[in-house]
């Protein structure tokens, strides 16, 4: 069994910066991509931001330029500095894996708030 446990949400004033982490734990040889997904009251879950095993990145539009991946293969680990939020931004922030455990498996998070005020 594969596990993510994320953290840094909360709450933060509009213009505001806060970094969300999340590792992975449990019986895997590697991860491919890891990657923060979002989901806000009333809308569907969006993808954020993903990041490769070789450090390739995707961003959403909406967060180009404000938020930024990054991973730390040895400690199994990926985060999101997030950067001039938004109250748009307001949202669970769900970390998501594809991990290599005999065949490629994907494995979400519980989640973390994060909530942005005007």
């Known amino acids: 069994q594969v596990q993510l446990v994320e953290s840094g949400g909360g709450l933060v004033q509009a213009g505001g910066s806060l970094r969300l982490s999340c590792a992975a734990s449990g019986s895997f040889t590697g991860i491919y991509t890891m990657g923060w997904y979002r989901q806000a009251p009333g809308k569907q879950r969006e993808l954020v931001a993903t990041?490769?095993?070789?450090?390739?990145?995707n961003y959403a539009d909406s967060v180009k330029g404000r938020f930024t991946i990054s991973r730390d293969n040895a400690k199994n680990t990926v985060y999101l500095q997030m950067n001039s939020l938004k109250p748009e931004d307001t949202a669970v922030y769900y970390c998501?894996?594809?991990?290599?455990?005999?065949?490629?498996?994907?494995?979400w998070g519980q989640g973390t708030q994060v909530t942005v005020s005007s």
């Open positions: 998501h894996a594809d991990v290599v455990a005999g065949a490629l498996r994907s494995s």
């Open positions: 990041i490769t095993s070789r450090d390739s990145t």
